[in-house]
């Protein structure tokens, strides 16, 4: 089925930088890929998403690119505050696995105040 | 909608112990997940629903895991006889798939904390 990698695993920045996170999948045929960002002890919640079709898309501090040659996409966050301090795991959906997502190991990312 | 409802949010129990998890998808979604999140190896899909049909289960870990999906407004999922290294968190989750999008947004419940003693 399909096969996400994300790294790093811990990211540590200042505040104010900025925070990019990478994925990569096995899938040639994954056409679908969301973020979700979850708090200490919460559920995971989906920030931005991208599909196929499109190369880039923004939202606010958020950005989220893909490259389908090379089968990866990256989360960008500028002008990072404490309160994006979480974990964020990026997802594919891949054919072969249904419809269904795969998930990421996760990107635990901590802002310094 | 008060979003994918689960319970018990918390559950301890001893080894050999039978476990029922159960999931309440929001009104109107027509595919329900089950997800197993621990520190070693992530948030792993275990089965997934649609129209409360099983569709996949590849993920369900061994036969002590069942899954059943009696309706659209309800799904269980059991471990029996419960281990100690089923101890996770278990997230329900749900979407609406349409014909041509595939998974939309997947919205998942608050969890089930399930520690194995």
């Known amino acids: 089925g399909e096969n996400v990698e994300q790294h790093p695993s811990t990211l540590s920045v200042q505040e104010g930088d900025s925070a990019v996170i990478k994925c990569t999948y096995s899938d040639s045929a994954s056409n679908y890929f969301p973020w979700y960002k979850q708090e200490l002890g919460k559920r995971p919640q989906l920030i931005i998403d991208?599909?196929?079709?499109?190369g880039e898309k923004k939202d606010q501090r958020i950005a989220v690119t893909l490259n389908k040659t090379a089968k990866h996409f990256s989360l960008h966050i500028t002008e990072t505050q404490p309160e994006d301090s979480a974990v964020y795991f990026c997802a594919a959906r891949g054919i072969k696995a249904g419809r269904a997502l795969t998930f990421g190991s996760g990107t635990r990312l901590q802002v310094q105040p | 909608d008060a979003g994918v409802i689960q319970s018990p949010r918390h559950e301890v129990t001893e080894m050999g112990q039978e476990v029922t998890l159960r999931c309440k998808p929001i009104s109107g979604h027509n595919s329900l997940f089950w997800y197993r999140q621990t520190m070693m190896r992530g948030l792993e899909l275990l089965i997934y629903f649609n129209n409360n049909v099983p569709i996949d289960d590849s993920g369900m870990p061994e036969d002590r895991f069942s899954a059943k999906m009696p309706n659209a407004s309800f799904s269980t999922l059991k471990i029996q006889p419960s281990e100690p290294r089923d101890s996770a968190v278990y997230f329900c989750a749900s979407s609406f798939i349409g014909l041509s999008e595939g998974v939309g947004e997947l919205f998942f419940g608050e969890g089930s904390r399930l520690t194995v003693l």
């Open positions: 991208i599909r196929s079709n499109v």
